[in-house]
Structure formats: C-alpha cells, structure tokens
C-alpha cells in the first residue's frame, strides 16, 4: 500500500509540474494582445517609389493600446505583386517594438506591401518608378 501511496504522489508532482512548465513556456514565448483592438501596426514609410534594383528600408513598429511596444513578436511581409516589388518575409520586433523590411523594386508597376501579425494587418504602397 505505501508502495502504491508513493508511485500516485510522484505521479501527481508530475502532472503538475508538467502543467506549471506549459503555463510559463506559454507566457513567456511572445507578448500577444488581449483583445483585437489593442495591436497598433504603425508602417513607415506608408508610401515608397522604387526602382530596377534599388533598395529602400521599410519600417513596423507593433504598441499596445497604452502605446507600449510589443517585443519578440513575429511580423509577416508579403508583396502583392512580386514581379514590381518583393521584400524581406519577416521579422520579430526588437526591445522598442520595432522591425526592419528590405523592399527592391523590380519592374514597372504598383503593389501593396501587406504586413501580418497574428491576423493583424496593414499595408504600405509601392509605386516602381524609372531612372
């Protein structure tokens, strides 16, 4: 019988160490918002000319709605129409909230730059523009 005692209280220890060590790796991996409106996406510039081959900067920076920064988050990039623009996939943001995008352009055109964060989203506009 104390056998028996002993083999459920380590089983039980177990369990809820096992449990403790989900609720903090689950805490701990990213800051998410609470509620859908509390996720600032600001994108700067909100409008970019490029050209064949140059190279522009684009810049994200993820708040809360106390204007906060989110840290560790992962950003998403997509360029609607990659044959006039591509860029960089994605980023996580840093102590500031903030992430950096590479944007070349590529061939006469406009597309959207789309920016994700957990079903979050904001765009930015790309028009090519020739030398």
């Known amino acids: 019988m104390n056998k ?5 209280f380590k089983q039980k220890v177990l369990f809820l160490s096992l449990a403790c060590l989900c609720i903090i790796l689950t805490n701990s991996c990213t800051q998410l918002p609470r509620y859908r409106e509390e996720l600032n996406i600001i994108v ?3 409008k970019l000319s490029v ?5 522009d900067t684009v810049f994200v920076s993820l708040l809360n709605r ?7 988050m992962k950003i998403e990039a997509r360029s609607a ?3 006039v623009a591509t860029v960089t996939p994605g980023a996580f943001t840093d102590k500031a ?4 995008f590479t944007v070349k352009g ?3 055109g406009t597309t959207k730059i789309i920016i994700s964060v957990n079903g979050y989203k904001a765009d930015m506009e790309v028009v090519f523009v020739e030398h």
Do not use: D, K
């Open 106 to 108: 590529i061939s006469p």
């Open 51 to 55: 050209h064949s081959g140059s190279e």
């Open 4 to 8: 028996l005692r002993q083999r459920l």
């Open 44 to 46: 700067s510039p909100h």
């Open 66 to 72: 106390q204007g906060e920064p989110l840290t560790g």
């Open 97 to 100: 909230g903030r992430a950096t």
């Open 81 to 83: 129409s990659p044959t």
